[in-house]
């Protein structure tokens, strides 16, 4: 006990005796090997004791035995299947469950980077958990911070990713998903040769960042990832963006999926997302959006062959008319079937917003009778209408009252955007534009991490050994004009480009 | 007698199916008007007057139908009677002459065959210029007897008897003429530019210019393209009124005459150019002040719109209305012409002012007191995109909307961040795919080698140089 107990208290992350990441690396190192050889009855020893090492070890400090004593008390049971076999202790209220959420909260990101396959089993368990009790939203917040201590800007796709997504929509908390939505995906675990490493003399303790670096395919933070899984989590993210009723950026977040690489050939879930893309374009924009330029073209003609109907329906919201309705509620079933019954309704109730914002256009001010008799509405239902149009941001338009004794109601737009409640000043412009500024330059950082690795691509090694073979043998014949050919190389080696 | 003839059952079946009819009497003299025309034109203009307007149909109709007499054409002697039967049952002149009908009938005829043979014979001849003669001679006949077609057809048939440049132009020259008969536009234009491409820098084009570029104005025009029209005219030079007969056909008489270049091209100099323009080629233009000169209204006009004066200007296009609409050429295009001039007559009113009241926008634009109310047509003019400007419909006011160019660059600078970043960011997402070898591919080839497993093609590939490998 006692000496398990040393061993755990082995490594303090500020010890003076680290001078560099180098040995830091070394220490952690040789600390994750010391732990993982204690044997498992050392962990399980005292529990619910003050002599538990839950109660000993610091979660924020000693964060590597702790995940250790953790994953071998999970493993004294079985993955739960039901709520019937989830541990008493495990259950959300009991006490293992409430150090697992506090170890989740708060372990040190640098010692998790090394043993990447304990904190995914933890993280998994504790996902687990809270579905097998029926009650996922409570695994929500400390998957997500897990995530997120773990990779501030959980740009690495890992298979956390797809099972936080998940989790959020079974327990319908759209909103619980944004932070880690709002995080681009820069990257998916690569496989690094260990040479490499080698080479660069980099450890995955070194502040780094982007978090390519210490999320790999062998770092066991994540499962081996599919483009199924990919296209899951797009798909599923744009569900909640929905959700949401953040339509631009789940507009943006399926063309993730539309660009995927293809054999000229498109996906079931690419469709899914056309479909969906194609409203979410008219909800944005007021018309379906352009390609993006990247994708696919025959996949992207497939997919509108087999889309009519959602075509006819953009057309129809574009006419302006009573048609769109007529086409929404002749493809009633279709919808349905595609579950989209939601957004085609959005998309009816979009067209008459529109038309009212279309109003800003031509008018300054109008009297609100005039618009009630524009939408078909009588006065109380107009004001009621205009005012909820106002109040969500639709509008940058007040509804004032002539002065007068028997005063009406009038439309007021504004025409000047910085006046009005829409309106922006230069200050809040000038902070969104700096705003914008940083991003752009984080993502600037991240494309050139992208193209580091990619450079040490096998594939683009060989590319590059070839053209400088090419290069060679044509600067040698450019020199005296040889026009001989059995004095050179003897033959080209076909086979020899492929042993390797 | 005018609304006797307003209530001839001809024109209450036009006013039935909306079709146009001018009822205002217009200020020209037909007498004169007419003067001024000669051959085929006369007819057709007679006959167009006669069809719209109420006011004149009866002297128009009768004097076609004497003229016509006096032709060859005896469909067209027919159908203006039958016209004129329609309008007024019990005109004298009403019935037709049956007889002289069935003469000409039987005269054309002989003379069709007298001189289809006569080709013939060029033709076993073999020689050259009688053949383009005996074409010729067809087709003038044609061309009298009113059979359009097959009078563009035999002069078409001459092309490759014309053994000189004189003979190759005089025939394109001809061609055109026939085909602004047929109201065949895109034919007029195209053997215009032939004419133009064939005649070279010396004296013949002089002559031929100012016909030319009349013609290509005239189907610009009619095909409703103001300021390809504008230009052309306004290239016409005055030596077009006075120029010689080509090819036989005196433009000036037999299509449009000064008068016509002096309306049309300053109607459409209206319709499609803006205040300097007009005056710097329109007005300071030595060549069409000779023509405008003719119409000096037309004159008034345009130095109206140049000083501002909109409604003066649109007062005496609104005077001439009637007359215009009795063109057979301005005729169709005439409301649209009046509409764009009218819309840019607005536009150009409003862009001084940040705010003008509708009351007073429309005692300057509503002078006739007809038509819809002006925040109907300001609407419609907002909506397409003409005017810049908001209507307050509560104190009847049209605004000039406020502008804040800081702000709108700010926000295209941020909406264009945006969209780079969202572009920049796909690619790189598609990039990492195929980095890990991501890839849809057709189901077969993905059931074969269960590629979508993240290694994808490249590990494929790799595996299969492994094998080969091994086995050399």
């Not at chain 2, 120029?243 to 000064?258: C, H, M, N, R, Y």
Request: with cysteine; proline share 4%.
């Amino acid at each position: 006990m006692a000496d398990s107990l040393s061993i755990c208290f082995s490594f303090e992350p500020t010890s003076p005796n680290i001078k560099s990441n180098l040995d830091l690396d070394r220490h952690i190192r040789s600390h994750v090997a010391a732990v993982s050889h204690i044997p498992s009855s050392a962990f399980l020893k005292n529990i619910d004791t003050p002599q538990d090492f839950l109660e000993i070890l610091n979660p924020s400090v000693n964060s590597i035995p702790y995940a250790y004593t953790l994953l071998h008390r999970i493993q004294t049971h079985d993955w739960p299947k039901g709520p019937k076999s989830v541990p008493d202790t495990f259950r959300p209220g009991g006490g293992s469950w409430g150090k697992l959420v506090e170890f989740l909260e708060s372990f040190d990101p640098v010692q998790m980077r090394y043993i990447g396959d304990v904190w995914r089993r933890l993280v998994e368990y504790c996902d687990r958990v809270a579905r097998a009790m029926g009650t996922p939203g409570i695994a929500i917040s400390p998957v997500r911070s897990a995530m997120l201590q773990l990779d501030p800007s959980t740009g690495t796709f890992t298979s956390n990713h797809l099972l936080f997504m998940r989790t959020c929509l079974e327990a319908g908390s759209y909103t619980a998903a944004l932070p880690i939505l709002d995080n681009y995906i820069y990257n998916l675990p690569q496989n690094i040769a260990k040479a490499l490493i080698e080479i660069e003399g980099s450890v995955p303790c070194a502040e780094t960042s982007t978090s390519s670096d210490f999320i790999t395919t062998r770092s066991g933070h994540s499962e081996k990832i599919t483009l199924a899984d990919l296209h899951e989590y797009y798909m599923l993210g744009a569900i909640a963006y929905i959700g949401a009723r953040k339509f631009k950026q789940a507009l943006l977040f399926l063309e993730h999926i539309l660009i995927t690489p293809s054999a000229n050939i498109a996906n079931g879930i690419m469709w899914e997302a056309y479909k969906k893309w194609v409203i979410l374009g008219c909800l944005v924009n007021g018309a379906p959006s352009a390609t993006p330029k990247t994708a696919n073209s025959s996949a992207m003609k497939q997919l509108r062959a087999a889309s009519k109907a959602y075509d006819a329906l953009t057309e129809a919201f574009q006419m302006h008319g009573p048609k769109l309705r007529a086409q929404a509620e002749v493809g009633v079933q279709t919808w349905a079937e595609d579950g989209n019954t939601g957004l085609v309704s959005e998309l009816v109730d979009h067209q008459m917003r529109l038309a009212v914002i279309k109003l800003k256009d031509t008018y300054s001010a109008i009297p609100l009778t005039h618009v009630a008799k524009f939408l078909g509405f009588s006065m109380q239902e107009a004001e009621a209408y205009i005012r909820n149009l106002v109040a969500r941001g639709y509008l940058n338009a007040s509804l004032d009252h002539t002065p007068g004794p028997n005063g009406s109601l009038v439309l007021r737009f504004y025409t000047d955007p910085t006046e009005g409640p829409l309106a922006k000043s230069e200050k809040e412009q000038y902070l969104e534009l700096l705003q914008q500024t940083a991003q752009t330059n984080k993502l600037a950082e991240q494309v050139k991490a992208a193209d580091y690795r990619l450079s040490l691509n096998k594939d683009y090694l060989e590319h590059v050994r070839r053209l400088n073979k090419k290069a060679a043998a044509s600067a040698a014949a450019g020199d005296a004009m040889d026009v001989t050919w059995d004095d050179a190389e003897p033959e080209e080696d076909i086979m020899g480009d492929l042993i390797m | 007698m005018a609304t006797t003839i307003e209530q001839a059952p001809y024109f209450l079946e036009r006013k039935e199916k909306n079709l146009l009819v001018v009822k205002d009497p217009p200020k020209f003299d037909l007498e004169s008007y007419i003067a001024n025309y000669e051959g085929r034109t006369r007819l057709k203009r007679l006959e167009h007057i006669g069809m719209y307007s109420s006011y004149l149909a009866v002297d128009a109709l009768r004097m076609a139908i004497a003229e016509a007499k006096h032709g060859a054409d005896e469909n067209i002697y027919i159908s203006l009677t039958e016209l004129l039967h329609s309008i007024s049952p019990k005109d004298t002149m009403a019935t037709p002459d049956v007889e002289w009908a069935e003469k000409t009938f039987k005269a054309n005829k002989l003379r069709q065959e007298q001189l289809e043979s006569e080709l013939k014979a060029y033709k076993n001849n073999l020689i050259k210029e009688s053949i383009r003669m005996g074409n010729e001679d067809l087709g003038h006949f044609y061309y009298n007897i009113g059979d359009l077609g097959n009078a563009f057809k035999s002069y078409f048939r001459m092309r490759e008897h014309c053994t000189s440049a004189k003979h190759l132009t005089d025939m394109t020259m001809r061609l055109t003429f026939v085909a602004i008969a047929q109201r065949n536009w895109l034919g007029a234009q195209s053997h215009a530019t032939k004419v133009d491409a064939q005649v070279a820098k010396n004296e013949e084009r002089g002559k031929l210019e100012p016909v030319i570029n009349a013609c290509m104005g005239l189907s610009h025009m009619c095909c409703n393209s103001f300021r390809d029209a504008a230009r052309d005219f306004l290239n016409v030079s005055p030596t077009f009124i006075t120029a010689d007969a080509v090819a036989g056909i005196k433009f000036q008489k037999e299509v449009l005459t000064g008068n016509d270049i002096a309306v049309y091209g300053g109607l459409c100099a209206l319709a499609s150019m803006d205040r300097t323009e007009l005056q710097e080629r329109v007005l300071s233009d030595t060549d069409f002040r000779q023509f405008l000169e003719l119409e000096p209204h037309i004159r008034r006009a345009i130095s109206a719109f140049c000083s501002s004066k909109y409604s003066t200007c649109l007062q005496i296009l609104e005077e001439y209305r009637a007359d215009y609409l009795l063109d057979i050429y301005l005729g169709p295009a005439v409301t649209d012409i009046y509409h764009r001039i009218r819309t840019k007559s607005i536009v150009q009113y409003f862009k001084p002012f940040s705010c003008v009241s509708l009351d007073e926008m429309s005692k300057k634009f509503q002078i006739t007191g007809e038509g819809y109310a002006i925040e109907d047509e300001l609407t419609s003019m907002i909506t397409a995109g003409i005017l810049d400007a908001r209507i307050d419909l509560v104190e009847r006011l049209l605004i000039s909307p406020a502008t804040n160019a800081r702000h709108v660059v700010h926000s295209d600078a941020l909406k264009m961040a945006q969209s780079y970043d969202h572009t920049l960011r796909l690619r790189l997402t598609r990039l990492n795919m195929q980095n890990a070898g991501m890839e849809v591919r057709s189901p077969k080839a993905d059931m074969e080698k269960n590629i979508d497993r993240g290694e994808g093609f490249g590990g494929t590939l790799r595996r299969l140089g492994q094998g080969l490998g091994g086995f050399s």
